[in-house]
């Protein structure tokens, strides 16, 4: 199912909620809702900015959220460069994850 662009955009920012078990939660949805749906540039930026959240469980999805993106969605600088700090800084799921999309940002253009 495709998700409307409006609640796509309340998932965005969702992800700034100060619970960590919704913004995990909001950026699981985000990755199955990008598996189907192009993803507005305001929610992949909030997931960009999600990469460097205090919690690693939200920095692993959130990258995995934005790989799923990466084949629908142009991805904007911004969040490249955030793919391209959590490669030198994320835990290991962040930087496979991280890797992944930008492997896959290089392929689709």
């Known amino acids: 199912m495709k998700l409307p662009k409006a609640v796509?955009?309340?998932?965005?920012?969702?992800l700034k909620d100060v619970e960590?078990?919704?913004r995990i939660?909001?950026?699981l949805a985000?990755?199955?809702a990008a598996s189907k749906s192009e993803m507005p540039g305001q929610?992949?930026?909030?997931?960009?900015?999600s990469l460097e959240d205090n919690e690693e469980t939200v920095r692993s999805v959130a990258a995995?959220?934005?790989r799923e993106a990466t084949g629908r969605s142009e991805?904007?600088?911004r969040v490249l460069d955030g793919l391209g700090k959590a490669?030198?800084?994320g835990e290991i799921g962040v930087r496979v994850h991280a890797a992944a999309a930008i492997a896959k940002a290089v392929v689709k253009d």
């Open 75 to 77: 991805l904007p600088t």
């Open 20 to 22: 960590k078990d919704v």
């Open 8 to 14: 796509l955009n309340s998932l965005g920012k969702a």
């Open 64 to 66: 995995s959220a934005i």
């Open 30 to 32: 985000i990755g199955m």
């Open 25 to 27: 939660n909001v950026a």
């Open 87 to 89: 490669l030198m800084h």
């Open 43 to 49: 929610v992949l930026e909030a997931l960009g900015e």
